[in-house]
């Protein structure tokens, strides 16, 4: 079985992770410039001034400012239909707050945009992931201030109206729940509490990590209906980091527990942005933990009016949640819950579940019947170069095949899945740990933990996989 006709097949990246150049052509610092490497048991810092002597991983990522066109005849070689990138917010408006855009920054997203033309690869741009610019982190403690709608407000209509031929298919946030757990208000909403020093510290502050989601969903809302405006025919979608979450067993406070897990952590995002309000188990959340989100009297109107075209996703694997709190943890599940004793798991301890994608797939179409994308899968993992320079990156191969062929089942299910972008398709900076020896892509990049290598780019035996899979669109895995 085949995917249907016009199925989008390609890759993802982040500017933040990938792009380089950080203080070329006139950008300022985004809030990922200002932390530190770190590992799988050190976390990486946060340093509002930088320090010298100190790795920063994103100001050079892998370079695709300076490597964007072999970049992009790699993706080409592959047979790529479509690209997920983001644009760094800092590139354009080097302080986040400024009223004229950075004319050099918008440059080179034009000449990015007709590489990709030549080489009939459709854009698919997120407009911020975890790229606030620095500067409003400075004057605005980020996303807290609801002045920052408007700073963002006008950062879209910069680029609906530059790329208004360029580019159809946009995402307003990159995994905006990520605001629902504490370490998505620096790296999701640029938000420094004070005694902050660690991505992953528990310094943590609910009732402004909740205010700052509703200034995004507002800010999301009001750049659907512009975008819009600007061009009816643009595509605008939401982006989730969805975890499917299962009950530990049929015991009434599991399923109630996963159900409450399902909802918190993915269901609030995409009610407000695919139906335009807040569901009623948000507002006793919030009552029961004291979080008292500040609106506006047209909030609920803007929220309504700008509701996505399509929903995205992440999908990296599935949690169990046990009310049976003597139970183990799974080590390595970023996002908490028990270990899954029917899956295998990453290096770094992610459990590995293909059919639960095809659980995810359903679960969201059931509830929004709108198109889906799943803009972000992969495996992150150690990869070793042979001594003839080849990577046998078998179990990368085995993890999207599996995930592939459940995409598939879904499609048979009747999903509208239109797009299939697996994430870190080039080698990048890992973002919750800054590592690179954490890899996900199809091609190689000589570049280590510590900064050192030539950047040089090599595909690995996934590569040639998958640019079969594109050629016999899914057919052959």
Known sequence: MAMKEGFFWGGATAANQFEGGWDKGGKGPSTSDMMTGGTHTTPRRITP???????????????????????????????????????????????????????????????????????????????????????????????ASREVIDCYIRYCTTLFTRYKDQVKYWLTFNEINCLTMPMGAYMAAGILFEGKETLIDGVDDPQTRFQALHHQFVASAKAVKLGHEINPDFQIGCMVAFMTTYP????????????????????????????????????????????????????????????????????????????????????????????????EASDWGWQIDPKGLRYTLNHLYDRYQIPLMVVENGLGAVDVVEEDGSIQDDYRIDYLRGHIEQMKEAVADGVDLIAYTMWGCIDLVSASTGEMKKRYGFIHVNKDNDGNGDLSRTPKKSFHWYKKVIESNGEDL
């Open 248 to 343: 530990n067993t049929c015991n009434p406070d599991d399923i109630l527990l996963a159900q409450k897990k399902d909802q918190l952590s993915n269901m609030i995002c995409g009610d407000v942005q695919v139906r335009g309000a807040y569901p009623g188990f948000a507002k006793r959340f919030f009552a029961e933990e004291g979080i008292q989100i500040e609106m506006q009297p047209e909030d609920a109107q803007t929220l309504r009016e700008g509701c996505v075209d399509f929903y995205s996703f992440s999908y990296y694997m599935s949690l169990v949640e046990s009310a049976d709190e003597s139970l183990d943890r799974a080590e390595g599940n970023l996002l908490g819950g028990i270990k899954n004793p029917y899956l």
């Open 49 to 143: 001034v930088l320090e010298e002597g100190t790795y920063y991983p994103s100001h050079e990522a892998v370079d695709f400012y300076g490597h964007y066109k072999e970049d992009i005849a790699l993706m080409a070689e592959m047979g790529f239909k479509m690209f997920r990138m983001s644009i760094n917010w800092s590139r354009i408006y080097p302080n986040g707050y400024d009223l004229e855009p950075n004319e050099e920054g918008l440059q080179f997203y034009d000449n990015v945009f007709a590489e990709l033309k030549k080489y009939n690869i459709e854009p698919l741009v997120t407009i911020s992931h975890y790229e606030t610019p620095f500067g409003l982190t400075q004057k605005y403690n980020g996303w």
